[in-house]
């Protein structure tokens, strides 16, 4: 109703109607391409790792002088037993990494057949044994544990090859989308076959960052001790104890249980620092940078769509100031007050339409360079709506102040010289 | 002439001020807007300045990384050779000596054991080196100094410690030619660094990751820690798409094409350079005629800058932030050039009596301008405030060894209140034009 005269008076401000316009876009590429990365990190970081958080912990462990596998897979054996019969331990296994320690873990190719040509699926494995799927929390779905007799040893130039293994749903579904896991055999590294005797509920590898999102749930299980020594290829670490307490018992166990160690034999390394951690902090640190960049992301959005409103106000202030001599012979000629409110109202939505425009092109074209240099997934459309619905409620609650200025001016004002 | 101009500019400052003061509501807005615009882009840029940093920038276009492709075309990353080399082309590459110097690096982990019962034993962050190594990346030293290329070839039980390794176990003194036991080995010290920690920390970059934390305490000679059969305590890897194959024991690794060893050159001059490159080439050519390569040559020379970028040191959070934080730069900037026009125009009037009574466009200009200079100002002092704010606020937002190394110094000061008043003096050219462009006459006329 109100659109030509808007525009009208819009095309003699054609400086300062582009400004906003500008701005309004780029509010909306830089918004709505930030709240999706303040989206994707939140999804990340809260996803749950499927194991007993709050009452799990870790032990790394070092050797020192030890270089035979038979002799350092006795001590192992004799440590599992100590920490077992701690008093407040739940349950313990020896593993060679931990779930959201960003790092550790190895990564397996499995494959249906062995034949070079079939598409490998990749995933992340754990040491583990009968005492794993207890220690970790997590559930077994179908199948069964692993048997005291299957545990291999394993030495630094040995090659993984186990007979049987357990694996997560998320990793069953893909390897046998249509039907049971349980029973079938894969090859593991184009190694001998393994049988898949159980299938677990969740269990996060251990890599929490961006590089293995899509298969951070595809966990397998390795029954084996594995005595790193420090020699062979790559350096593994020693061994990494995963243990489970009873609840309310942490605090107790995580002092107790490497002093338990040590008093075993003390020919071994515990760093004071970063010796034993709990999954709690594990956590707090392998999504710290995530964390950091989802409350930077939106404290600049918070800071931008302000930024933006004041904006608004300013200029809408301005403008109503120049034009008080022109409203008030509006209202001199009968427009209500609701009419002149009205007329600022529709001028705003209409300037903030040609900026959401303009806007959702920019943040596509911004949201495709982030996804060429930092493998940002597609944003999907409905982020630009909600950016551009944010906006227009922004400005039709920013002009409203100015707008009842505007309204409130009265028709005397017509006559009025100055 | 300078007095009437300096008092020219106290006038126009005047005005400025009196005008601020007319207009509280929108002045504070711009210099809010500026004062939270520019203290996000320092914030940001100190981390991005101190992650993005040249660690040797005397030195850093004579220091050069080769690459050799061990994996060939059916396994490298994109057709680009591997960060780092297998250990035969790596000890091809030092004995051919066809660099003023060459080092050989990789991380590994050593278990240090006390004299004592007090003590606990340490595990301790080092790097096999060769003897070019301190000379190479000018390591200052404390105490002693590097062991010799003799020491190399006869694998002496040598090593050198930092000074924080040094003040753990020595408390501080001169240690020069004590011993100390690493992994159940006496080794003799030979030199003890002064306080050196580059960052990003390049030269293991490739090895070892972590160019911003895990300072090295100990550094031993490569060709021993072969011997002792060592392993690298950091990346390993054979192929970037199929599994390792089968090494079953240490001769086997040190025969495999798996890439573990991080090599320099140092190549003072550009003849240099293209000499080595020719050399490179011709060795993977060499390497092909023998049969161990079935790929033609792909070999690679970086100097320290362009191997930093190759190896994103960078963090990615570092460098989305700093883009984030321009934009809203320059969103500020857009909305500040919007409210000076409002600003500027409303006082339409004034500069058509000013005008009027002889005032040229010049003078103006300059009124305008200063006023925008004295809001950028303010702008900036805001900024500095509030910069320091999020400087304090840095640990939640980056990982703490990023946000150790944002510092705020002077110059960032300086470079804080510089962008501000910059920033606005651009914002207000335009409104300023427009008020410059205001009739005398038409103004005295018309109402206003």
Same mark, same amino acid.
């Given at each position: 109703?109100?659109i ?5 008076? *819009? ?9 906003i316009?500008?701005q309004?876009?780029?509010?909306l590429?830089?918004?709505?391409n930030a *709240? ?11 996803r749950p790792?499927g194991t007993? &958080?709050?009452?799990?912990?870790v ?6 002088g030890q ?6 897979d006795?001590?192992?054996r004799?440590d ?21 320690e960003?790092?550790g873990g190895?990564l397996v190719r ?5 034949e ?5 699926q ?6 583990a044994?009968e005492h794993?799927?207890? /220690?970790f929390?997590t559930?077994?779905?179908a ?6 007799? &299957? ?5 630094p130039y040995?090659?993984?090859?186990p007979v049987?293994?357990?694996i997560?749903r998320?990793l ?14 894969v ?11 159980g299938v677990? $509920?969740?269990?996060?590898?251990s890599y929490a960052?961006?590089s ?7 966990t397998v299980?390795?029954p084996?001790?594995?005595?790193s020594t420090g ?7 020693g061994?990494?104890?995963?243990v ?7 605090e107790?166990?995580?002092r107790?249980?490497?002093a338990?160690?040590?008093?075993q ?9 970063n ?9 707090t640190?392998?999504y710290?940078?995530?964390?950091g960049?989802?409350?930077?992301m939106?404290a600049?959005?918070?800071?931008l769509?302000?930024a ?8 809408s202030s301005?403008w109503?100031?120049?034009?008080r001599r022109? !409203? ?5 000629l009968?427009a ?12 705003n939505?209409l ?14 074209a911004?949201n495709l ?6 493998e940002l ?9 909600v ?6 409620l @922004?400005?039709?609650?920013a002009?409203?102040?100015?707008a009842r200025r =505007?309204a409130?001016?009265p028709p005397?004002e ?5 | 002439?300078v007095?009437q101009?300096v008092s020219l ?6 005005l ?15 210099v809010?807007?500026m004062g939270?615009?520019?203290a ?6 100190a981390v ?5 940093a040249?660690p ?6 004579q ?6 492709d061990?994996?060939?075309?059916? #396994?490298n990353?994109?057709g680009?050779?591997p960060g780092m ?5 790596a000890v091809?590459l030092s ?8 080092v050989?690096?990789y991380?590994?982990?050593? /278990?240090?054991?006390p ?7 340490s595990?301790q962050?080092?790097?096999a080196?060769?003897h070019?190594f301190?000379a190479?990346?000018d390591a200052p ?6 062991w010799?290329?003799? $020491?190399?070839d006869?694998?002496?039980?040598v090593?050198?410690?930092?000074s924080?390794?040094?003040q753990q *176990?020595?408390g501080?003194?001169?240690?020069v030619g ?7 080995h006496a ?5 003890? @660094? ?6 990003p ?8 990751w ?8 100990l550094?031993?000679?490569?060709s021993?820690a ?6 690298a305590?950091?990346?390993f890897?054979?192929?970037?798409n /199929?599994v390792d194959p089968?090494?079953?024991?240490? $001769? ?6 798996? =890439?573990w060893?991080?090599?320099?050159? &140092?190549?003072p001059?550009? =003849?240099?350079?293209a ?11 060499e390497?092909q005629?023998l ?7 792909n070999?690679?020379?970086s100097?320290?800058?362009?191997w ?5 040191v960078v963090?990615k ?5 700093m ?7 320059l !969103?500020?900037?857009?909305?500040v050039?919007?409210?000076?026009? =409002? ?7 004034e ?12 003078s103006?200009y300059?009124q305008?301008?200063? &006023?925008?200079?004295a ?15 999020g400087?304090?606020? !840095?640990? #939640? ?5 990023i ?7 002077a110059? *960032?000061l300086?470079l ?7 920033t606005?003096?651009i ?17 005295l006329k018309?109402n206003g």
């Open positions: 109703m109100q030509r005269p808007i525009l009208a008076a *819009l095309r003699r401000h054609k400086m300062a109607t582009l400004l316009v500008l309004i876009a780029l509010t590429a830089v918004v709505s *709240l999706f990365i303040v989206k994707t990190r939140v999804v990340h970081l809260s790792s007993d &958080e709050a009452h799990l912990f032990i790394n462990n070092q050797w020192i270089s035979d596998t038979p002799h350092i006795a001590q192992m004799t599992l037993a100590t920490l077992r019969s701690l008093p407040g331990v739940r349950d313990a296994f020896a593993s060679q990494a931990y779930p959201l960003e790092g190895g499995i494959k249906h057949r062995v070079r040509t079939t598409k490998a990749l995933g992340l494995s754990y040491f044994d794993a799927i207890d /220690t929390g559930a077994l779905v199948g069964r544990n692993f048997r005291a007799d &299957e545990i291999g040893s394993l030495g040995d090659k993984v090859v049987v293994i357990i997560t998320d069953a579904n893909k390897l046998f989308p249509d039907g049971a896991a349980v029973g079938q055999r090859y593991l590294n184009d190694a001998s076959p393994s049988t898949i005797i677990v $509920d969740r269990l996060q590898g960052g961006s293995t999102r899509s298969i951070d749930e595809d299980l390795v084996a001790r594995y005595a020699d062979g290829a790559a350096f593994a670490g061994v990494v104890y995963l489970r307490t009873q609840p309310g018992q942490l107790a166990v995580l107790s249980a490497p338990a160690l040590v008093a034999n003390r020919m071994r390394l515990i760093s004071p620092e010796g034993v951690v709990t999954l709690a902090q594990a956590r640190k392998a710290a940078t995530d964390r960049v989802a409350i930077m939106g600049v959005c918070v800071l769509l302000l933006t409103a004041g904006g608004i106000v300013g200029l301005f109503v100031s120049q034009r022109s !409203i008030g012979v509006r209202r001199a009968g209500t007050r609701g009419d002149i409110l009205r007329y600022f109202q529709t001028e939505a300037i903030v339409g040609i900026g959401v425009v303009l806007g959702v092109a920019l943040g596509i911004a360079s982030l996804m060429t240099h930092y997934p597609r944003m999907p459309l409905w982020v630009l709506g950016g551009a619905l944010l906006l227009w @922004l400005g039709q609650l002009v409203f102040g100015p =505007a409130a001016v005397v017509a006559t009025r010289s100055v | 002439m007095t101009g500019l106290t006038y126009y400052f005047d400025a001020l009196r005008s601020c003061r007319r207009s509280k509501a929108l002045t504070a807005l711009v809010l807007l939270c615009g520019v996000t882009c320092m914030v940001t840029f991005f300045r101190a992650t993005a040249d040797i920038p005397w030195k850093s276009n220091l050069f990384v080769p690459q050799i061990s994996f060939g075309p059916a #396994h990353y994109k680009e050779p080399l297998s250990y035969t082309d091809a004995h051919a000596r066809q660099a003023r110097r060459q050989l690096i991380a590994s982990k050593w /278990t240090v054991l004299g004592d019962a007090q003590h606990l034993p595990s962050e080092g790097d080196v060769s070019d301190f190479m990346f030293f404390r105490y002693g100094g590097g010799s290329a003799g $020491d190399d006869q694998r002496a039980a090593v050198v410690i930092s924080t390794l040094n *176990l020595f501080g003194a001169d240690s004590r011993e100390i036991n690493l992994d159940t080794y003799r010290i030979v030199g003890v @660094l002064d306080d050196w920690n580059p960052s920390r390049y030269f293991d970059v490739a090895s070892a972590y160019p911003f934390s895990h300072p090295r305490q550094y031993l000679p490569f021993r072969i011997d002792l059969q060592k392993a305590a950091g990346n890897y054979c192929s970037t /199929t089968d090494l079953p024991n240490w $001769d086997s690794v040190l025969r495999s094409n798996c =890439a060893i991080a090599a320099w050159v &140092e190549l001059t550009r =003849a240099d350079v000499r080595y490159r020719d050399w490179l080439h011709n060795y993977a050519a390497q005629r049969g161990r390569f079935a790929w033609p040559p070999v690679r020379l100097d320290v800058g362009q930093l970028q190759l190896m994103n963090p959070a570092s460098a989305l932030s883009i984030v934080s321009l934009s809203f730069l !969103i500020c900037l857009v909305n050039v919007g409210l000076m026009l =409002a600003r500027f125009m409303r006082r339409a009037p500069i058509g009596v000013r005008r009027a009574l002889g005032a040229s466009r010049g103006i300059l305008f301008l200063t &006023e925008a200079a809001i950028g100002l303010a702008g900036g002092v805001l900024g500095l405030l509030l910069t320091a704010l400087m304090a606020g !840095i640990g #939640h937002v980056f990982a703490p060894e946000a150790r190394l944002a510092m705020l110094n110059s *960032l300086l804080t209140v510089a962008l501000a008043v910059a606005t003096l914002a207000a050219l335009y409104p300023t034009w427009r008020a410059a462009q205001v009739q005398p006459a038409w103004q018309s």
